[in-house]
C-alpha cells in the first residue's frame, strides 16, 4: 500500500434491480435449455431484467439516492462522480454525467464513466482511493450500473443465460477520523485475453475509403476460456490481498465475490476455506450484473442478516479485457 495518502471512509452503499424476473424456465422460450441445465453450471435460476425504457441510468440513479441517503453525505457536496459502466444506454453523454443531472449534484463537479467491465466496481473504488488520498476531491460518489439484458444475445445460449441487470453505488469520503476502510487495494488487466468477452460498437467508414467489417452491437462470451482463466488466476490473486492488507483469511469476515458463476464462487471458497457463512452469493435470484454485483451482494446481505457490519470483507471481481482486482475492506456500521 503506497504510505501517506488521506485516507478513505466508506460512507453510503445502495443497489437498485429492475423488477421485471426472468426464470430459466422463461428462457425455455427461447431457445433449448433448462433449468437444471443452467443452474447446476452457475447457480443460477432467475435475473431481473429492465422493461420499457427503463435503463441503467435509471437504476444507477435510484442505486445512488440509497447510497447517499445512507452516507450522511449531501448531494451538493459531492465533488465528483464515477461510474463504471460496460452496457450503459448510450456511449455518452456518460452514465455518471446523466446520474450527476438526474440527482441535483452540481453541475460543475466532474463526473466520468469508466469500463473495466464487471471488475469496474474494484477499479473506480481504486481510483477514488488515488483522488481522496491525493486531497483532490472529498465526497465521490461511484456508480456501477449496466443494462446487459439490452446487450446480450438472446439467440446465445451460453452467455444470455448468465447476465442480469441491476446497480449498485458506494459514498466514499476523506476519513475524518483517520481510519483507513480500505485495507488493501488492487486492480489489474491482461489486455491480450480481450477476446474472452468482447462487444463492437458497429459502424461504417467513410464511404470514399474501403469498408470496413460489419460487426453487431451484441456481447460475445467463450465461457470455458473466463471460466478457466478465472479459477486459475483469481484464487491465488486473493492470497496476494489478503497479504498485502496485513492480514490472513481466518482475520477477515466475509468474502463477497462479483456474481459471475456459484462453481467460480465455489473455487474462491475452498480456497479460503470458508465456512458458507463467510462467503455472500445471491447469484441464484440475480445472475451476473456486472460491476454492480458486489454492492448488490452487500447490501442485501445485510439486509438478509446474512452480513454484520462492523466487519471486514474481501471483495474480489473479474471481467472482460480481461480486467480483475480485490480490496480488503472495513464495512462499517450503518452504511447499508
Ligand atoms: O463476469 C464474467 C462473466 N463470465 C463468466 O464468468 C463466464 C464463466 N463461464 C461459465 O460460467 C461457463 O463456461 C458457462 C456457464 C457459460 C458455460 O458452461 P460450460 O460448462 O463451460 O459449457 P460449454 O460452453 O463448454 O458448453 C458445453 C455444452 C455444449 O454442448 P456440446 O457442444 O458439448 O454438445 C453447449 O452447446 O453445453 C451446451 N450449452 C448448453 N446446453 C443447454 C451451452 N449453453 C447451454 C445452455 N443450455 N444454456
Redesign the pocket.
Known sequence: MIKNLRPLRIAGVGYSVPDAIITNDD?TKL????DE??YT??GIKERRVVSGNENAVDLGEKAARNAIAKSGIKIEDIDCVIAAASAPPQLYPALSCNIQTRLGIPNYVPAFDMTA??SGLIYALQVARGLIGAGLYKNILLVASDNNSRLVDWED???S??FGDGAGAFVVTEAEDGVDDILSIDVRADGSLGQY?YMNIPGKNCPLVDPCDETDAKIH?S??D??KF?VTTLPNYIDKCIEDAGMTAEDIDYLIP?Q??Q??IEAMQQRLNYPDEKVISNIKYYG?T?AASIPIALVEGVEQGKVKLGSTAILCG???GMTWGAAVVRLRDGIC
Request: charged share 15%; hydrophobic share 40%; aromatic share 12%.
Open positions: 428462457l431457445y433449448d435449455t433448462s441445465w443452467i453450471r452457475t467491465a464487471c445460449r451460453g452467455s443465460i448468465l468477452i462470451m465461457g470455458r473466463v471460466y478465472v462479483h459471475a458463476n462453481r467460480i451476473n456486472s473479474f471481467g472482460a
